[in-house]
């Protein structure tokens, strides 16, 4: 380090005093030329010793392992706090911390308190896929992240459904026991959620195709809407693209989407099939891998709360331009959903045709036992 400081000095010196080389018009002669160019190739070498040794230095130092968890405390607010550490520790002790209800008015406060947290975490599978989108490059081993996030999306799930419940336990609201809906028509949300897709679609293609619905259409069954929903607009949302984006030279003449309904004692399956081209047999693959995403576009205005972060509201309706594909979290986050669900989520590609997907989900009062929460 000495020496390098020494040498600085020395040429620095140098430096200005060859400088006066320059000054005037007189050109300066040929020594002070190749005096000049050796001085320069000094500096060079200088400055790679400098970046060399800064490098060295780095090398030495330990290496950061990035984990799943160091991504879930890796996002930042601006004021340099961990946003998603900072935010469940917070809520844990929020609620760890929360007196004893004794009466109606500790209960009033503490329903305050669950619903400011369920605001105040909304966004928070944006932020994670965001910053899951960001860092993936740097992370090597697929699975150790597979397995953390479905864990961590399935468990925010449960966490959510089970403080809606005790939310939704103070209302009135017909046909309702908490988040449970007694006679839930799968054709009728269905159709709903579908049209809200369309609309998506519409504001971002300027078209979009039409649903059909057949099969057991008129049954009813007790189930918990929000989940179902979030899946089945992950679903439409990537049919419809693949409609539109196959169809682009003759977008007035979109093929169908149909939806068929089954129903049994133990379970219902919903399947969506499309003419949106199917996959490629070299992707069909990864299509359920976290951040696949052909959109090619991380753009989408997903960080405003989007999809994921309404995950359990089943009031999210109306138009919402630019959600159409972004993230690469739609397929593989229904799965784990539908598995933490009892159930199951696959996929058939026919391959320049369209591709058929398959949801099947366990009844919450069926023959077998059904999810735990
Ligand atoms: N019905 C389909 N037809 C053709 N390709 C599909 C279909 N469904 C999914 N894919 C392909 O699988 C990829 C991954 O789908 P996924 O829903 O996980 O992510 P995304 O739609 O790209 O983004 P996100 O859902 O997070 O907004 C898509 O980018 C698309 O290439
Ligand atoms: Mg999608």
Known sequence: MFVCRTTRV???????????AFHGSKPYSDDAYYEQKEIRQRMKCITHFYNQSAIDHTINKPSVRLTPGAILYAGKNQDGTHILHEMYIRAFNILSEFP?????????????TLRKLLDDHKDVVSLLAEGFCESRKHIKDDSLIKIFLDKTLTSRLGIRLLAEHHLAMHEEKANHVGIINVNY?????????????????LAKYGAAPNVRMNGHLNVTFPYIAPPLEYIMGEILKNSMRATVESHLDNL??????????????????????????????DLVQKVFDYSFTTSGTLTDDRVSGGLFGTITQSNFTGPAPGLMAGYGFGLPCSRAFAHYLGGNLTLESLQGIGTDVYLRLRHVDGKRESFRI
Do not use: M
């Open 10 to 20: 020395r040429v620095a010196t140098g430096w200005r005093l060859k400088g006066c």
């Open 185 to 201: 028509s799968p054709q009728k949300h269905i159709e709903k959620k579908a049209e809200f897709v369309r609309n998506v679609c």
């Open 100 to 112: 004893i209800i004794h009466n109606f008015e500790d209960d009033q406060n503490y329903c305050v």
């Open 252 to 281: 007035n003449h979109l093929p169908d989407i149909v939806i068929t309904i089954s129903n049994n004692d133990t379970d219902f399956v919903i399947r969506v099939s499309d003419r949106g081209g199917g996959i490629p047999v």
